[in-house]
């Protein structure tokens, strides 16, 4: 029995925690906080004990789409969905870069909660 694999496939399913050039929003690191801002929707009746930072995880893919998008550290599970919801309709980002090609690389991504 002959058992194979490709490299190729093994290379495209690494995730970078690092990488030579890290991906980048489109608008910059200041750029991520304006588009958070402008999209993320603030469920209704949250109280201010549920203020503070939410970290998720992402994969920015070798097309700069996001997947993957995962809670580190949460707040209540309401506002939890929202950042994911957020983060999922985030525009492509400029893919990181290894050896000149696009490689897949993980972000993450604190969002402040603030309720007034």
Do not use: C, H
């Amino acid at each position: 029995m002959n058992i194979g694999f490709s490299q190729t496939q093994v290379a495209d399913t690494i995730v970078y925690d690092a990488a030579e050039n890290d991906a980048e929003f489109l608008g910059g690191s200041g750029g991520v906080g304006v588009w958070i801002s402008s999209n993320f929707e603030l469920p209704t009746e949250i109280s201010k004990s549920e203020q503070g930072k939410i970290y998720l995880s992402f994969v920015v893919e070798k097309d700069g789409s996001v997947s993957n998008v995962k809670i580190v550290k949460g707040l209540s599970e309401k506002l939890n969905k929202a950042a994911i919801s957020a983060v999922n309709k985030m525009p492509k980002w400029k893919p990181a870069m290894n050896n000149g090609k696009a490689v897949r690389s993980r972000f993450t991504l604190p969002i402040q909660i603030s309720i007034n």
